[in-house]
């Protein structure tokens, strides 16, 4: 029965034209949290972050919930002990959970795998077990470099268990930016897999690992279709896990404050940096967060469809929902493969109760046409979350209405890499929804939106976030570099001699009257594509070390689908041809030195760029020319006419 597809705008006529939504009481009547606790949080913190420590069973309590005598070097839950493993597995077990699913994961090509907390617990110690076999002692730095396959959360709990901090690469980066993170984490040891479909094409991932890593590493490989047949110095993962076959492995007792992982991320400057997360805080407010936001329940089949490479599938797809003992489904393709229905087929199939996913894949959706998400039955999901940028109100009312029914409250929920949780979001049971704007800060988290001076700026006036009391979640350094620390995220608003510390997170905002916060995006060079974090630098250097190319600057420019996309413009050395072929020996440079999804959407050639008077590169306005806004005055330009010439080359 196929029914025609609906017309633009016979979808426009069925999104909801309000601007406010209030909870579904089919929600509220079911929801974790229903009565607002931020009052309760203001009077009483910082001991109101007992409310994220007690998700958790330690070892033994802390005795002080913070210690900020050597601020921002802040220290939270101190002296109490716990094991990060242990609270996603054992204690599920322990309590008679063991049957129940942990892990429910989808293979590209439809193959499935299913893993109870007691399978779970089984796998993790073998694996535990195998990883000590190795050489892999407490406090070394484990990397896993690998697709989304079972056996990288399993990883990343085996090394929780034995105190080893993980260090997670996304297997799309390059080989130099494996090596880079390796480099600096000094982490000897890389989990990696040989290789994994996407979109059907089978990619050989063995091969950039073997590239990336250090000589001197330990590698341990996941045979992804077959046995895996070792090399020197490498050892086969199975073969680990089935030499140490019911291996028990007590989980270490850690610190509250001891390293859990290390995540790289991009910044204006320099090389990536290393963001440093303890076992204590971090994962308290992951599974706060999912208790109170997430609204995750044991009982509930829960998907988040990110990637664990990133911050969100720490914090979402492995931490946060397994310390809650819920399932996580984790799926390793692409959305449209092999059709466009296949997330909604998946939703179906597995009766997922809670799906978080990125504007972008919203934006995708829309795309695609609201018939995929109409031929499936959806009723089971009651929550939707978004992530990683902004979201423009309709692609939030089509996520409402065509994934929602319109049943289904949705969290906008504003976070960061560093920040370990979300930090701005609507409570899903509690607060009232305005499209495009995240919400109000979580309960404990006191965000604000402050002006250059660090003076809080009227409501609908646009000015910068900044967070002005430390959180459980909060990255305690960047690796190896505390001056880094001090100077990117404190020192702009920050004011020492009165020991008052603010954290800035180099976003804009505005703020409205109900103390709702739009978050407008970076205020720093960083791009955001896709909900990935991608700093200029990083991209220019990589242009200008191509040979011919003599000067290149990278902006975002809008994109309606990726958010933002990378555009680069890049002026040549002289007698070098400025044809496709050399076009895409850039592009293919920077898939070489990052990975492929930072790839620009634009090379665009030109005798110069525009500058100010003192010589400045005007990013505002290359920024403008790629997202083809309306440009302000040029008047100030050492050389106005470049900016036509670029227009129409865009143009064409
Ligand atoms: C940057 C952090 C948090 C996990 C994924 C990205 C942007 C994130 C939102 C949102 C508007 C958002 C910010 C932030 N961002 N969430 N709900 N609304 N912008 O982590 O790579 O560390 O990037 O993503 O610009 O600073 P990340």
Redesign the pocket.
Request: charged content about 20%.
């Given at each position: 029965m196929a029914e025609e597809p609906e017309t633009e705008p016979e979808i426009e006529a069925r999104l909801p034209e309000q601007d406010s939504f209030e909870p579904p009481e089919s929600f509220v009547e079911q929801a974790n949290v229903t009565d607002d606790p931020r009052d309760e949080f203001d009077e009483n913190w910082p001991q109101c972050w007992e409310n994220a420590a007690d998700k958790l069973d330690w070892f033994d309590g802390y005795d002080e919930v913070l210690d900020d005598s050597d601020a921002p070097f802040y220290e939270w839950f101190v002296g109490g002990k716990l094991n990060a493993c242990y609270e996603c597995v054992d204690r599920h077990v322990e309590d008679g959970r063991g049957d129940a699913t942990a892990l429910s994961w989808e293979g590209e090509e439809g193959e499935t795998r299913e893993y109870t907390y007691e399978e779970l617990l089984d796998e993790v110690q073998a694996f535990a077990a195998g990883l000590r076999d190795v050489g892999v002692e407490e406090d070394d730095v484990v990397t896993m470099y690998m697709p989304m396959v079972p056996e990288l959360p399993i990883a990343m709990l085996a090394c929780a268990r034995i105190g080893a901090p993980h260090n997670v690469v996304f297997a799309g980066f390059s080989a130099d930016a494996l090596r880079t993170r390796m480099e600096n984490a000094s982490s000897d040891f890389l989990v990696t897999c040989d290789s994994y479909y996407r979109r059907g094409e089978k990619l050989d991932h063995k091969k950039k690992a073997d590239r990336g890593a250090p000589d001197e590493a330990t590698k341990i490989v996941v045979g992804r279709f077959e046995r895996y047949v070792p090399t020197d110095g490498e050892y086969a993962y199975r073969e680990l896990v089935t030499r140490h076959e019911g291996a028990s492995v007590e989980p270490v007792e850690r610190d509250a404050e001891d390293m859990l992982f290390l995540m790289y991320?991009?910044g204006t400057t320099g090389t990536p940096k290393g963001v440093k997360h303890t076992t204590g805080g971090y994962l308290s407010y992951a599974a706060w967060t999912s208790h109170a936001v997430l609204d995750l329940k044991p009982e509930d089949t829960y998907w988040c469809a990110?990637d664990i490479g990133?911050?969100?599938g720490h914090?979402y797809i492995v931490y946060g929902p397994l310390s809650l003992g819920t399932t996580s489904l984790m799926y390793e393709g692409a959305p449209d493969y092999p059709t466009k229905n296949r997330l909604w087929e998946m939703v179906e199939g597995y009766g997922v109760d809670v799906f978080y996913t990125?504007?972008t894949a919203v934006r995708a959706f829309m795309k695609w046409g609201t018939e995929h998400p109409e031929s499936h039955d959806l009723s089971s999901l009651r929550l939707l979350g978004?992530?990683?940028?902004?979201?423009n109100p309709r692609a939030w009312k089509w996520y409402y209405r065509y994934i929602g029914g319109e049943d289904c409250p949705i969290v906008?929920?504003?976070?960061?890499?560093?920040?370990g949780g979300?930090m701005?979001?609507t409570l899903p049971g509690v607060d009232e929804m305005k499209p495009g704007s995240?919400g109000p800060p979580l309960p404990g988290i006191d965000a604000r939106v402050v002006d250059e001076s660090g003076d809080e700026v009227d409501a609908g006036d646009a000015g910068y976030l900044t967070v002005h009391k430390p959180w459980p979640g909060m990255l305690r350094t960047v690796y190896g570099d505390d001056e880094r620390y001090l100077s990117e995220y404190w020192e702009t608003y920050s004011d020492e001699d009165a020991d008052e510390w603010v954290y800035f997170?180099?976003?804009g905002a505005k703020i409205d009257d109900d103390g709702y916060i739009t978050?407008?995006?970076?205020v720093d060079d960083?791009v955001?594509v896709s909900?990935?974090?991608l700093g200029t630098m990083e991209l220019e250097s990589s242009i200008v070390g191509v040979e011919g190319v003599a000067e290149a600057a990278v902006v975002g420019g809008e994109h309606d689908v990726k958010g933002e996309a990378v555009y680069a413009y890049v002026i040549v050395e002289e007698g070098q041809d400025t044809d496709d072929t050399f076009r895409e020996e850039i592009v293919d440079a920077v898939e070489d030195d990052i990975g492929p999804f930072a790839r620009p959407e634009e090379v665009v050639f030109t005798d110069a760029l525009p500058k100010t008077r003192s010589g400045k590169i005007m990013r505002r306005l290359l920024e403008d020319i790629a997202s083809g806004d309306e440009l302000g005055d040029t008047s100030t330009l050492r050389n106005p006419d470049v900016v036509k010439d670029i227009e129409r080359k865009l143009e064409k």
């Open positions: 991320t991009s990110a990133w911050i969100t914090s990125a504007p978004t992530v990683g940028e902004p979201i906008d929920t504003w976070w960061q890499t560093e920040t979300m701005v979001t995240a997170p180099e976003d978050v407008l995006g970076r960083v955001n909900g990935h974090r």
